[in-house]
T-cell receptor, first 113, second 114 residues
């Protein structure tokens, strides 16, 4: 049973436009959510996180939105840059922190110049 | 990344061979993890450790063993490798840094089992 779902395996966006990556979860006990970015042949790198007590967290070009009633979160990248092309993983935890994470399968973002 | 190193970077094994993957951290983190990443499958937790001398099973522990004899090192062992264990293996540590709590990952070990 997949608790964290990223239903779009891939997304293609023009440089300068907004990229929106989506993530759905089924476990209502999840209370901490993270996004990671992964380039080929490298380990995942942490991007941004959000606690369930918030509905939005912003860091530069990256904003994560959390809709608890819909069990949905999204990552917005504005403006998108070619260097943002990577696989993005959504992760969730039910322990208030990141000690034990459940990952989605990832979405491959391609930003075209 | 965050002082997490993995050895080796790449390895080819024959079915039935054994090997050990080493993860080392240069800080004092309690929690360490081993994940595998397969195409279209995301990251799946194999085993983890909450401190020196402790280990626990994750989502896909079968075929693997782990040890955490020293706090800095977390070893992942394959006693008898199978082609299904062909994957990229990532080690991670749990960290609270600059008020951000997350896991930091090593660069990965690519394993091919023939």
């Amino acid at each position: 049973d997949q608790q964290v779902k990223q239903n779009s395996p891939s997304l293609s966006v023009q440089e300068g436009r907004i990229s929106i990556l989506n993530c759905d979860y089924t476990n209502s006990m999840f209370d901490y959510f993270l996004w990671y970015k992964k380039y080929p042949a490298e380990g995942p790198t942490f991007l941004i996180s959000i606690s369930s007590i918030k509905d939005k967290n912003e860091d530069g070009r990256f904003t994560v939105f959390l809709n608890k009633s819909a069990k949905h979160l999204s990552l917005h990248i504005v403006p998108s840059q070619p260097g943002d092309s990577a696989v993005y993983f959504c992760a969730a935890s039910n322990q208030g922190g990141s000690e034990k994470l459940v990952f989605g399968k990832g979405t491959k973002l391609t930003v075209n110049p | 990344n965050a002082g997490v190193t993995q050895t080796p970077k790449f390895r080819v094994l024959k079915t039935g061979q054994s090997m050990t993957l080493l993860c080392a951290q240069d800080m004092n983190h309690e929690y360490m993890y081993w994940y595998r990443q397969d195409p279209g499958m995301g990251l799946r937790l194999i085993h983890y450790s909450v401190g020196e001398g402790t280990t626990a099973k994750g989502e896909v522990p079968d075929g693997y063993n782990v040890s955490r004899l020293k706090k800095q090192n977390f070893l992942l062992g394959l006693e008898s490798a199978a082609p299904s264990q062909t994957s990229v293996y990532f080690c991670a540590i749990h960290s609270l840094r600059e008020a951000e709590e997350t896991q930091y990952f090593g660069p990965g070990t690519r394993l091919l089992v023939l």
